[in-house]
């Protein structure tokens, strides 16, 4: 090449257009080019060059006018620093609140807030105003970051950290912040309309109220969290007030360019040159009415997910009011702040108070809310000394493994599934090592009573939390919709048949094991006062139906689920269900096995078999459907008596009452179907999945049997 003969180019390039259009004809859909240098990986990262929606350069090359930056919008007068009307000032406030909304909807940074030329130097503002909005802004963009950033719960579908080298912190204090807005309001020309003036005011304490709420969240001093929700409920109330009265007296925009508007003071092109060539999505804003509604609504699920965890009874509810939060949040910046008052690192809040304490502690309260105080030396059962210690080692290893499963609760629901079964194997690793603890602890009690021989104290209380991680697992498949209808029988199954009846066996046992132990302690109470014990070792008596709404409700979910699986199995010997093309044992045996692939770690209790599932199948299948279907009636009938006998109950928490009024509801739709269905066997039916996903409501088909079946 160094020569001075070396040609000016040295590749020969041959066109071969003609030859590949010729060859793609012998290609059949759905086929692939597969070469050393060209995999499906390599084929799946390609983009189709000169396309906009793949080819970001194109989106550039396609604009028709002049981008500027700030400075040089400044330089040429096209941008107003100095003094802006009010109608164009509630212009610009709205469209931040719009890019703020995309921003938390996963969109990056330079595709919303810092398409505002504004805030890319809010020092060369010269309206106190517009510098304040701008400033705050910034400020209040900074804080969330840290908030997401550290609760850890974001995904990359869900929020992007990146910043592209803007700038967010200017160097104001909070309280300077928060100063600068009161200045602001004070600062509105009194030549403006009194409307006007009253919906600039509104929004400039909107401003002011969002970054209090986001500050005091962030603070490590727990003690103002309680002042954030008159906060919250005050910002709402400025957001009605906002879309009833004030929404349309900003200047509308003068277009829409690519689903953003042309405000003054915005340019959705400002940062094209910034984005990587192949970004993954095209970004569109919400209008003001939406983004306003979608924001009330945000700040109305925050205020709702922090009373009910300040009202938390105790530290065994936990889960389940973070599991009612997360099924109704969608938005990362709610969840990540609830994750962040429930746990940082291995520091856990209990919400009858303010201050943190570590998680074993937690567990330890758990473990005593579910059986009996045997960790502590107030339980007058006199456990040896090295045994409480052990099972304060056994709880400290357990810290970071149930931190991690709080904290699961905090993702969006398809990451869930994910996160539970990492947390179901290391849990897994846990029944191996509480099982020499129980054996130590056995040996002590069974001395003092010999009832107490055979139970497990801790696995018990671990077995809990592993039913309860499975079952929330097969949930989240009914609301991400995962489920095909031919594979709803399996999981219908594995729920009632097997799940729910281990649930309602591990309770039942903690609930005996609490009253003997509760006997024993009052027995040796009375021993240390002088009194006389009788010797005779107290019978055993047959247990009764549990009295706690919580028991109640897993009897109740072991029988909807029954009754689910008793229809759909009758729905399959009548031919009613759609099969796939591929079906039969063997391909119903991968199907079974990739839906319950999770649960193979755990020792306790087991994976089911797909031939246990078959054989249990096959018995009911011999039954005719005109009983499976009064047999199932039955279930969904004990389950609504259940249910209303649980929201009669004097000590219902909220999480039992929202679980038995969903299921009251669907329960008492599918005994009458079901009953229809015996006497009409000619009807198809379809599961509804609108209301409450996990609980399905049976709906009747009127159409021809035949062509159902064969779509």
Known sequence: IDSPTAPHSIYNWVPITQQFKELCQNLEIGKLIHDPDFSLFEAMSAIEMMEPKMDCGMVALQIRRPVYSLEEAIATGGLNIDRLPATQLLAVFDTLVACLMGWLDGQCLAQTLFTCLYLHNPTLLGDPSLKAISIAMLAMCRLVRDVIYSAGVAEEEDFQLFLYNFRLDYGVSPQRIVGMLVEAEEFCSPLEEPQLIAAVTQRFKLLRNLYSIIFTLD?????????????????????????????????????????FPLVPGFDPS?????????????????????????????????????????????????????????????????????????????????????SGQPVSLYLRDSFRDYIFPLVSGK??????????????????????????????????????RDKLAVVLEELS?????????????????????????????LGNWLLHNVLRAQTHYLALGFHLNLYSVHELVYIYWYLGEFLYTWFLTVSDKAELLSVELDSLNGAQNRAKKGKKIK????????????????????????????????????????????????????????????????????????????????????????????????????????????CIDILQHPALDTTAFAQATA?????????????????????????????????????????????????
């Open 429 to 457: 690793t846990l029944q191996e090592h509480c099982d020499a603890i129980d054996r130590r602890i056995q040996s002590v009690l069974v001395r003092l009573n010999p009832t107490l021989a055979g139970y497990s104290y």
């Open 219 to 259: 603070s490590k001093d727990s003690d103002g969290i309680s002042e954030t929700l008159p906060l919250i409920s005050a910002s709402v109330d400025i957001i009605n007030s906002i879309l009833e009265h004030s929404i349309e007296l900003g200047a509308e925009p003068a277009g829409w360019e690519r689903g």
């Open 270 to 354: 400002a940062n094209q040159r910034l984005l990587p060539p192949t970004f993954p999505r095209v970004s569109k804003l919400r209008d003001r009415v939406a983004s306003y509604s979608r924001l009330s609504d945000t700040l109305r699920t925050l205020g709702d997910g922090i009373s009910e965890l300040q009202s938390q009874p105790n530290a065994f509810l936990l889960l389940d009011t973070l599991d009612r939060f997360s099924s109704r949040c969608s938005c990362v910046l709610s969840r990540s702040i609830v994750s962040n008052l429930v746990v940082k690192g291995r520091s856990l809040r209990v919400f009858s108070s303010t």
């Open 663 to 711: 299921m009251l509801a669907a329960a008492k739709n599918n005994t009458v179907v079901a009953k229809l269905l015996a006497s009409r066997e000619s009807q198809l039916i379809e599961y509804d999945f609108g209301g409450e996903p996990s609980l399905p409501a049976l709906r009747l088909v009127v159409s021809d049997l035949n062509d159902k079946v064969n779509q």
């Open 535 to 642: 010797t005779k070792t107290p019978k055993r008596k047959p247990t009764k139906p549990p009295g706690n709404p919580r028991l109640m409700g897993l009897q109740a979910q072991q029988n909807f689920y029954s009754g689910l699986f008793r229809v759909h199995i009758a729905q399959e010997v009548q031919g009613k269900v759609s099969r796939p093309r591929y079906h039969g044992s063997a391909m119903d045996h991968v199907r079974y096995s990739c839906r319950f692939m999770a649960f193979q770690v755990n020792l306790n209790p087991p994976l089911i078999p797909y031939d246990h599932f078959f054989m249990s199948a096959q018995k009911y299948r011999e039954i005719s459907p005109s009983d499976l279907y009064q047999r199932g009636s039955g279930c969904f009938n004990n389950a609504r008596n259940i």
């Open 379 to 416: 339980s007058g059962v006199d456990i040896p000394p090295d045994i409480r210690d052990d099972i304060q080692c056994f709880f400290d290893e357990s810290a970071a493994i149930f931190a991690g499963f709080i904290r699961v609760y905090g993702h969006n629901r398809a990451r869930q």
